[in-house]
């Protein structure tokens, strides 16, 4: 998917998603993020196909329909959801797709673990809604919503790592039957968005 395709890393931090990325061969990755600091880090471990630039992700200075492909992880609950999503469908070129893995935050119990740990999260942190996801539907033409984690959240600290855990694996086709079922989605504690601009 990402081969030969021009790319946006989207709140790349130091680099860390974007030098996974370039492995699958794409033409070129624009990693932006509005941190000097983790920018510098990445620029350091230089790639010919990544070029970093400082930018503010909510009002980029880019082109419009730029990218084949924007994606980011763990960044739009930083932000202004509304401007950002607005930013990344100018970006994208036409047939163009995002992906993105966010926090969900309609399950009562983690609502609650959030709570009671603030000092573990950014306070500018909002992890998205239902509503969100209807905002991206209203943007984009197809939307595809992945949810994870419920079981395999609740017994996390049964097994020291989910790589090679059979209680992990398990628990993870157990979320996915549940999830299937549209009552339990907001259960989910993150989601993966797939959304194609029209």
Do not use: M
């Not at 797709?97 to 000092?119: A, D, Q, V």
């Not at 809604?129 to 991206?136: E, H, L, P, Q, R």
């Amino acid at each position: 998917k990402a081969k030969d395709k021009n790319i946006l890393d989207f709140g790349c931090g130091n680099g860390v998603h974007a030098e996974k990325v370039v492995n699958f061969n794409p033409s070129k990755i624009t990693a932006i993020d509005i941190s000097e600091k983790a920018i510098e880090i990445a620029k350091s471990k230089k790639h010919e196909k990544i070029e970093y630039i400082v930018e503010n992700c909510e009002n980029t200075k880019l082109n419009s329909s730029s990218f084949d492909i924007v994606y980011g992880i763990g960044i739009l609950h930083h932000l202004n959801l509304n401007k950002a999503v607005n930013e990344i469908a100018r970006l994208l070129k036409k047939n163009g797709s995002l992906i993105f893995i966010e926090p969900l935050g309609t399950n009562p119990f983690i609502n609650l673990y959030r709570k009671l740990t603030p000092g573990s999260r950014s306070k500018d942190e909002h992890p998205l809604s239902f509503a969100d996801i209807k905002y991206f539907e209203s943007l984009f033409g197809k939307v595809k919503i992945n949810y994870y984690g419920f079981f395999t959240l609740v017994f996390l600290p049964l097994y020291k790592s989910s790589k090679d855990s059979r209680l992990f694996y398990f628990l993870s086709k157990i979320d996915r039957i549940l999830f299937k079922i549209p009552f339990f989605k907001f259960l989910a504690w993150s989601i993966l968005i797939e959304a194609k601009k029209n």
